[in-house]
């Protein structure tokens, strides 16, 4: 009795308080003899109770202790009756005639053993296969030991014979650079031994607070109007910017022979159709249009549109059936980020940069690797190429690793059907193992072995509504709880999406990939059909909707996830994207163009230069059945002119201009 007391008061009582009261103490006796199990065991269905109440500070009051013995004596009655359905289904399943005897075929089955030469197509096996439950087979210990990957495989099928992934350790030209921007500037040299503090300064230009939102609570009439928000806060943007009087702006719906401007969201006439030049509409906000949609009719052009687009047309609608466009307007862009002079310098010293020393020494420059998940590939949980990738972190001696997800994915096959195992660990029983356990294991104790190796590297974590062990489900999403993933104090957690400051440089940072679907959303109006641009012009258009836009995600509604690329699993669909609206604008970009936007994406990896503001598209440390890319910057320091300095005002950070971005294979 003794023992069990001195337990439960190790792990219940919350310090200062280092003894449970006598009631709350005798309750929690009561459950573990109740149910014959351990206060170990009882500390474990404590804190799923409380995870399923929602709430990391359920209080341990006599209250709430007896909700919980409550609900335990609730699942233990629910699983009996349970266990009780399946044995009494069981029985009346073993005297039923299969229904096979119908057509003439093998009642039983017992024809399939004494009959070799003939192919049984009705018996016992079809019928196993046809009512058992699908599994993927369990592995042996024996086959666990046997490589650091094969361990944690999946077992090959028949119909992907032919088709296998080819083991990490196979691929072809690791450290291959596939693109470079800016190749005139040298790759950083690595120092003989690691800086002894850290070079850089990470400040959060988000409010991460504003994250911690209910997912899965939105409201309509909430989303309704930060949707219809948005549309009157574009219509003050471009009023300014162009000069435009409150009377040149009117209502594109009503019928008019004046010509007017009119700001709306670009939707199409059916909720499940895809957008296209007949079936593009202009939806007006209730201040101006009272929420109504009018066909649109764009002669001129060319132009690109997309659902969700916010754009200001010139125009009449004279018949009162359609608004005939005769010009767009443009959108005007946020202005570049800037700093103070004495800042810039701050960050040069810094780096140990002098103000008359040039800023080409390749020693003086930032060193940056920038990764995206899927970490692993589908067939192990191995998470060699993040191990590869710690590897050239610490031979490089970087300043800084950007980690986007997913981490551990929902569209893994391993982990959607939960069949797996983990690495040995004394600390972790197998059989209560968590997903969090899993991460401590497969993610956190490669990036602990960095953290080691350089005290003074900086580690970024951004997560993905792809990610497992994330109970914050919705984008925007909150950022991972780091305390319970026994991750370095070097990593920093992150929300999706996030702006931050690496010394001066502004950072923009979204893990979900609208690069993707914007690609199979958009339509371009006034070109004839086949000279739309392609390829790299691709590349470098899609990113602009974003900076003109002013939002992380601007498409909108999503693309349906049925229409994503397939995944691995056994169901196929993607994840998509879980967009609360409620909160659509915390994805906003509020104050300056970022000097860089990282969006990973399923499109081909790229560095470009976009208005100014310098994109990179790292693309997969791990494909599917292959090895991925990550993008290697080196940054040079700010060095001001002496024009600059008479001025005395703030001064842009031209990163486009002192960057070297590498996409290299892993």
Same mark, same amino acid.
């Given at each position: ?34 149910? +014959? ?30 909700? $919980? ?34 057509? %003439? ?41 046997? +490589? ?38 040298? #790759? ?32 309509? +009439? ?50 499940? %159709? ?37 754009? &200001? ?56 690797? #920038? ?11 191995? $998470? ?13 001696? &970087? ?60 580690? #970024? ?52 990939? #609208? ?19 392609? %390829? ?15 939002? $992380? ?95 005395? &005002? ?17």
């Amino acid at each position: 009795m003794a023992t069990m007391i001195t337990e439960l008061n190790e792990l219940f009582a919350i310090p200062p308080v280092i003894e449970l009261p006598q009631d709350i103490s005798g309750e929690l006796q009561s459950i573990c003899r109740l149910h +014959s199990i351990s206060p170990k065991e009882l500390s474990y269905k404590w804190e799923s109770y409380s995870m399923k109440m929602g709430t990391e500070q359920t209080q341990l009051d006599l209250s709430t202790v007896r909700a $919980f013995k409550k609900d335990l004596q609730e699942i233990v009655e629910r699983d009996a009756r349970s266990k009780s359905h399946m044995r009494s289904v069981d029985r009346r399943g073993a005297y039923a005639t299969p229904r096979n005897a119908a057509k %003439g075929g093998d009642v039983f089955g017992m024809l399939e053993s004494i009959t070799p030469i003939q192919k049984s197509t009705g018996g016992s096996n079809k019928r196993k296969a046809a009512f058992d439950t699908p599994t993927v087979p369990k592995l042996s210990k024996a086959n666990a030991m046997s +490589s650091p990957s094969d361990g944690r495989s999946l077992p090959a099928r028949a119909d992907q014979i032919g088709n296998q992934s080819v083991p990490f350790v196979e691929r072809q030209n690791p450290g291959q650079i596939i693109e470079t921007l800016n190749g005139h500037l040298n #790759v950083h040299e690595a120092p003989i031994a690691p800086h002894s503090e850290s070079r850089v300064k990470l400040t959060a230009n988000t409010d991460l607070k504003k994250f911690r939102y209910r997912p899965m609570a939105m409201h309509l +009439s909430e989303a309704s109007e930060v949707l219809d928000d948005r549309v009157d806060e574009f219509q003050s943007l471009v009023q300014a910017h162009h000069g435009l009087d409150d009377s040149e702006f009117g209502n594109a719906a009503a019928q008019g022979t004046s010509e007017i401007v009119a700001v709306g969201r670009i939707a199409s006439d059916s909720s499940g %159709g895809k957008l296209n030049a007949a079936s593009m509409v202009l939806e007006l906000s209730r201040r101006t249009g009272a929420g109504l949609r009018v066909p649109l009719k764009v002669e001129s052009g060319p132009y690109e549109f997309f659902p969700g687009q916010i754009v &200001a047309a010139r125009g009449i609608n004279a018949s009162g059936e359609y608004f005939s466009v005769s010009e767009m307007l443009d959108i005007p862009l946020l202005s570049l980020a800037a700093s103070q002079q004495s800042t810039i310098d701050t960050f040069n010293e810094r780096l140990g940069v002098a103000e008359d020393e040039e800023n080409t020494v390749p020693s003086k420059a930032l060193n940056i690797l #920038v990764a995206s998940g899927p970490y692993t590939s589908d067939t192990d949980l191995a $998470f060699e190429p993040l191990q590869a990738l710690c590897q050239k972190a610490e031979d490089t001696c &970087a300043d800084m690793v950007i980690l986007i997800g997913p981490f551990l994915d929902t569209e893994h096959p391993l982990l959607a059907s939960g069949d797996f195992e983990l690495p040995d660990d004394p600390n972790i029983e197998p059989d209560r193992a968590t997903l969090l356990d899993a991460f401590r294991l497969l993610i956190a104790k490669p990036l602990q072995t960095l953290a080691k190796a350089i005290p003074s590297i900086t580690i #970024v974590c951004v997560p993905s509504t792809r990610d497992v062990m994330n109970k914050h489900v919705s984008w925007p999403q909150d950022n991972l709880p780091g305390k319970k993933l026994g991750l370095p104090k070097q990593a920093k957690m992150v929300s999706n999406p996030v702006t931050i400051s690496i010394n001066e440089i502004v950072v923009a940072i979204s893990a979900q990939d #609208v690069l993707y679907e914007l690609r199979s959303e958009e339509v371009t109006v006034g070109e004839s059909k086949g000279s739309i641009a392609k %390829g790299s012009q691709l590349l470098s258009r899609l990113p602009r909707h974003l900076i003109q836009q002013r939002h $992380f995600f601007p498409l909108y509604p999503p693309v349906d996830r049925t229409l994503l690329p397939k995944t691995g699993t056994e169901e196929g669909i993607a994840t998509g994207v879980s967009m609360d609206v409620s909160y659509w604008k915390l994805g906003e970009w509020l104050e300056a163009r970022p000097d860089m936007l990282i969006q990973p994406s399923a499109l081909p990896q790229f560095a470009k230069v976009v208005e100014n503001v310098l994109v990179v598209n790292p693309g997969p440390l791990s494909k599917r059945k292959g090895a991925g890319t990550f993008a290697q910057m080196t940054i040079y320091p700010r060095k001001l002119t002496a024009q600059e300095r008479s001025q005395g &005002a703030l001064v842009g950070h031209k990163l486009f201009e002192r960057a070297r971005v590498d996409v290299v294979r892993i």
